[in-house]
């Protein structure tokens, strides 16, 4: 497994890296999601970080063709 150590999402600015939960998340459901399996869950305390986690995890997405569109419903 690939930890990643930046987010890719603002190489240009003074973003931390990702905290090293939001990394094995991404590689955990990058692995766990396919055509068979579609969702995958993550559960974590408010202010943990999980929309930059799934902001890196669509991105991610994205760019490797997986995804075509990303939906974000929130407050």
Known sequence: MTIRKTNRLLP?????ALRPWQARCIEQALQA????HPHFLCQATPGAGKMLMAAVLADELM????????IYLGP
């Open 63 to 70: 760019q490797s063709d997986a995804i075509d569109l990303v």
């Open 12 to 16: 240009l600015t003074d973003c931390p």
């Open 33 to 36: 999601l396919s055509d068979t």
